[in-house]
């Protein structure tokens, strides 16, 4: 007698957004995200979790109004970026009910544009048994910068022949739900927290790529809200001799 073949449970997405006073960006991403999660099959669930830490400005409401029916709005007062991804990722894990093999948490920022196929892309590499992607960023506007940022940070920004990269960027980085817990999870840092996250998961033998297939656009502000993070790093360009 044949014996049916087990049924796999269908994948589950978390989008996880931490946002201080990103009342002015927040909106275009959190669209973004939405027409990403559109595109989504129907046997795909996918919900979104931002996490508001010490925002002073409109930027609770405006995820609050814009998530209704869609994901869940956290505030803390932590006022450090790696405790706010984790506590979005703790009520990502704990409002789904399944495999946490079948979960897959992909991590953004609140002034990051997601492109369309954003989200099908990392399942499509899910599906065939990744476990976590380091995506790469593109800049909305170098125009808070002088003249040579531009090229300079183009031409620094190294991408490997094959497509695969150096770069860690917490606004772009997809983890299975399960590696994600026995790496550790996000630690509670003000700052490098995604490279932490990411040497953790390399160093457990999770199967990870990085590819510059899944790219997410940033914005190109001189000042940004983690100290020594990616805004930090490209206005250091601007102290380079054109």
């Not at 099959?41 to 930027?59: E, F, L, Q």
């Not at 953790?200 to 100290?227: K, M």
Request: glycine content about 6%; charged content about 20%; overall charge negative.
């Amino acid at each position: 007698m044949n014996r049916p073949t087990p049924l796999v449970p269908n994948w589950h997405i978390s989008v996880l957004i931490p946002a201080r006073n990103e009342e002015a960006l927040l909106p275009r991403c959190l669209d973004s995200v939405l027409r990403s999660r559109a595109l989504l099959p129907p046997s795909i669930s996918c919900d979104i979790v931002v996490a508001v830490d010490r925002s002073t400005d409109d930027t609770w409401q405006i995820a609050t109004n814009m998530l209704r029916g869609y994901g869940t709005v956290a505030a803390t007062e932590a006022g450090m970026v790696g405790r706010s991804r984790a506590l979005a990722a703790a009520i990502a894990l704990e409002n789904y009910a399944g495999f946490r093999s079948r979960c897959w948490l992909a991590n953004t920022d609140a002034d990051c544009i997601v492109p369309e196929d954003w989200l099908l892309k990392q399942i499509s590499l899910a599906d065939e048994g990744v476990e976590a992607i380091a995506g790469i960023v593109e800049v909305d506007s170098f125009e808070e910068h002088a003249p040579h940022v531009v090229d300079r940070f183009r031409s620094s920004y190294a991408i490997h022949p094959d497509g695969s990269h150096p770069h860690v960027h917490g606004a772009n980085l997809g983890v299975r739900g399960d590696a994600y817990l026995r790496a550790g999870g996000w630690r509670e840092l003000a700052t490098a927290e995604d490279h932490d996250l990411w040497q953790r998961l390399l160093h457990i033998n999770t199967r990870s790529i990085s590819t510059n297939s899944l790219r997410v656009v940033t914005s190109g502000r001189r000042a940004g809200r983690a100290p020594h993070g990616f805004a930090e790093a490209l206005a250091a360009h601007n102290e380079s001799a054109a």
